[in-house]
Nanobody, 114 residues
Framework: QVQYLESGGALVQPGGSLRLSCAAS????????MKWYRQAPGAEREFVARIDPTGRRKNYADSVQGRFIISRDNAARMVFLQMNNLKPEDTAVYYCQADKSTTWGQGTQVTVDS
C-alpha cells in the first residue's frame, strides 16, 4: 500500500534552515508529482510546494516562495524540502503526498522558536 515516511523536523531558531525528507513506497514514484503540505496547530492543512515527476517544474505557496526549495530523487523514491530563513509562522507538522493520493503519513514536526 501507499506509504510516506517524513523526517528531518526539529526545533530551530528564526532565520535557521532545515531539510525535510520523505521516503515514499507502494506506487510508481517517478510517474507522479509530489507535494509538501503543512498543518499548524488549530489550522487547516495547507499546500506548501509541488514538484512534477521530472523534477523540472516546481510550484510554491506565496508564503514560502524564495525561502523553500523542493527537490526529488526518483531513483531513491524520495522528495525533499529545503527550508531556509525559517519564521515562527512556519511552525507546523509537514507532510508529503503524491498527486491524486488520499493517504497521509505521520508527518514531521517543525518548530521555529527562539
Amino acid at each position: 500500500q501507499v506509504q510516506y515516511l517524513e523526517s528531518g523536523g526539529a526545533l530551530v531558531q528564526p532565520g535557521g534552515s532545515l531539510r525535510l525528507s520523505c521516503a515514499a513506497s507502494g506506487f510508481i514514484f517517478g510517474a507522479f508529482a509530489m507535494k509538501w503540505y503543512r498543518q499548524a496547530p488549530g489550522a487547516e492543512r495547507e499546500f506548501v510546494a509541488r514538484i512534477d515527476p521530472t523534477g523540472r517544474r516546481k510550484n510554491y505557496a506565496d508564503s514560502v516562495q524564495g525561502r523553500f526549495i523542493i527537490s526529488r530523487d526518483n531513483a531513491a523514491r524520495m522528495v525533499f524540502l529545503q527550508m531556509n530563513n525559517l519564521k515562527p509562522e512556519d511552525t507546523a507538522v509537514y507532510y508529503c503526498q503524491a498527486d491524486k493520493s488520499t493517504t497521509w503519513g505521520q508527518g514531521t514536526q517543525v518548530t521555529v522558536d527562539s
